[in-house]
């Protein structure tokens, strides 16, 4: 239905009847109640979250799930990282000025063996000493008589297992020892093979070195370990 107002607007009016309305209005509660309800459920339901999360179970369920386990006194001081960032430095420009051609391998034989007391670099030094010189030498024979055959490869792998079985090295040499073998055999140089192994141990040794000396002159303070106990 059409209306002119005086100002000539035109103006509708709805010709929905009272019932109609009443049903309207009805199903507009029915719905603001629903929806009242579910934002109740909602509230509770975040309200029950939180209070479980305050539960003391949920640290202890949290707790074996640590990605690996460490100790204070373990873990690298700036005096620690400071000495073994000096001790790699040193260590490539000793490789390099004695003409080594991949100088890296001091670097990387000092990190490994650099610990912070003497006597703890001294037993790693010899025993990695002994893994690099087993790993380059049969490294060196099967790249000699066999290139980069991979079940030669492997078989040579198991025999320093064995010699490091009968020379009672442990597992951390014979994965030293591994290493120096598979860069070896597997990385294609130009070189003889001979030379290449010479080179290999040459280099890990002057890392070793140069981290014995390192640890020598400046020896780090271990940490002491809180061991008080209540009692």
């Known amino acids: 239905m059409r209306l002119i107002t005086k100002s000539g607007t035109i103006t509708r009016h709805s010709k929905t009847s009272p019932s109609k309305r009443a049903s309207v209005s009805h199903m507009r509660f029915r719905v603001r109640r629903c929806f009242g309800a579910f934002r109740f459920d909602v509230a509770a339901f975040v309200l029950a979250v939180a209070q479980a999360c305050q539960h003391t179970a949920v640290p202890e369920m949290i707790a074996p ?3 690996w386990n460490w100790k204070k006194e373990n873990l690298p001081s700036a005096v620690h990282s400071i000495r073994t ?3 790699a430095t040193v260590s490539v420009c000793v490789a390099r000025l004695i003409g080594m051609p991949e100088a890296y391998w001091a670097a990387i034989a000092t990190l490994v063996v650099m ?11 010899i025993e990695r000493i002994v893994a690099s010189a087993l790993g380059a030498s049969l490294g060196a024979v ?6 980069s055959n991979l079940i030669v490869f492997a078989v040579a792998i198991f025999l320093l297992g064995v010699l ?5 090295l442990e597992k951390t040499g014979y994965r030293y020892a591994s290493v120096t073998l598979t860069i070896i055999v597997l990385i294609r140089r130009t070189g003889a093979p001979w030379i290449i192994a010479a080179h290999r141990f040459i ?3 002057v890392g070793i070195v140069v981290a ?6 400046w020896e780090e303070r271990q940490r002491l370990a809180d061991n ?3 009692e």
């Not at 099967?142 to 290139?147: K, M, N, Q, V, W």
């Not at 014995?212 to 002159?217: C, D």
């Open 228 to 230: 008080t106990d209540v």
């Open 142 to 147: 099967e790249s000699t008589y066999f290139g």
């Open 203 to 205: 280099e890990v040794s």
């Open 65 to 67: 799930m640590k990605l």
């Open 164 to 168: 490091s079985f009968v020379l009672r």
């Open 85 to 87: 960032a000096g001790a």
């Open 212 to 217: 014995l000396a390192v640890v020598a002159i």
């Open 115 to 125: 610990q912070s007391t003497l006597g703890a670099t001294l037993t790693s030094s």
